[in-house]
């Protein structure tokens, strides 16, 4: 069998051994073509939103009517594996909807039904064996990248059915709930970003207590009219919680209370009287990255977390797990970590002290509030994102013109009680993201050994 010796290695011998060609009912593959985009239409999977096992939201589509003419080559159907070719070379995601184009880069796979499962396909081909394969048979001196000749060579070791349903079960149930977790994250995430839009930028409550007292109200009823706004409650719900959770209710009304009733000129245009236009420089300490030598970079744990920022940085809490032992810049727990270099603007929180090299500077407001610093980063982000034009190859913003960027200054109050309220939230999504972690690292661990017969899967139910 041609390429048997390539990386060979033991596998149990009731498991079959076979190039991928041998493993299908079907190869698609649209390379060579390039299809006319649409602003909406049929989703676009390209190979640049295939990344770390899942499929990114689709920001590319093709016009509908021309979904018969571009897809004559093969129809994705639920439960196909993509894998990207050429750069990245080797990403895997496994489709959940079929109503969807395939662009070049992409090859579509799909197991025999009598010899390999989906989502055993999904994960074999994620695994190293399969992985080292890809690379040792890829060609190109810049960006590297494989045939269709040769992917059709890549062995498969694949065991019977059942052991395959179960292997793929104990993986797939580890990253169900990562994506359970994530799912929950952006919606508390969610949450606390409309929170801070409703305080801070459209000024609801304020606007809410201006309008109470134009109606004619008294000072009670404005503040009634804040509590609302805050709550999203009406007058008889504001009643029925009065009773039932007291401290709830005067927690609100305290925070009613921090709001003005009127609105004066800025230089940001109308704002709450009593607050003030001021800029990042002003308002949050500005910490910007520097590489330490490549030399002190590991992964074995030694020295401290170390990140900087490039494309797939991420939008919330960093996760790579790389260390440094001789740091330049340090950013504290609970920092901000905001991309200086393309695309300027992706930001997360640090989960820890960490090392942060080039590309990447740590944000706190004065206040010390982490919650608050976060979303007046994400705030910002429409100005950050202007900057990704910016240079000669990357966009960029620097340190002057990041300190430079305007802010609104409320009082210090209302920013102790937004803590209060997105840090609630943001205590669960610490949680969960570092539940996550764990997960991916049990899943990365057990998907080779699971791949390659070293552990026996016994008892598991189909």
Known sequence: MEGLGMGCRSFPTHWQLLPLAEALDALIDYRGKTPKKTDTGIPLITAKIVKNGKILPVSEFIAEEDYDEWMVRGLPQVGDVVVTTEAPLGEVAQL??????????????????????SDYLRYVMQGPYVQGQLEARASGSTVKGIKQSELRKVLLPIPPKQEQTKIAKILKSIDNKIQINNQTNQTLEQIAQAIFKSWFVDFEPVKAKINALAAGGSQEDALLAAMQ??????????TQLQTENPDYYNQLRTTAELFPAAMHDSELGEIPRGWSASTVGEEFGVTMGQS??????????????????RRDFGKRFPSERVYCTAPKRMANKGDTLLSVRAPVGDSNIALTDCCIGRGLAALRHKSQSSSF??????????????????????????????????VIKPCAQLVGAFESYAGSLDKTIFTKSKESQTLKQTRDTLLPKLLSGELIIKGIRI
């Open 229 to 238: 706004a805050i709550s999203g409650k009406d007058k008889a719900q504001l």
């Open 373 to 406: 610093t976060y979303y007046s980063v994400k705030q910002l982000g429409k100005e950050l994102a202007s900057y990704d034009s910016e240079g000669t190859v990357f966009g960029s913003i620097n340190q002057k013109n990041l300190k430079a960027l305007s």
């Open 96 to 117: 959940e909807d079929c109503n969807v184009a395939l662009a070049q880069r992409i090859v579509t796979l799909r197991g025999a039904k009598e010899i390999l499962e």
């Open 292 to 309: 330490p030598p490549g030399s002190t970079y590991n992964e074995e744990s030694e020295g401290i977390p170390f990140f900087q920022g």
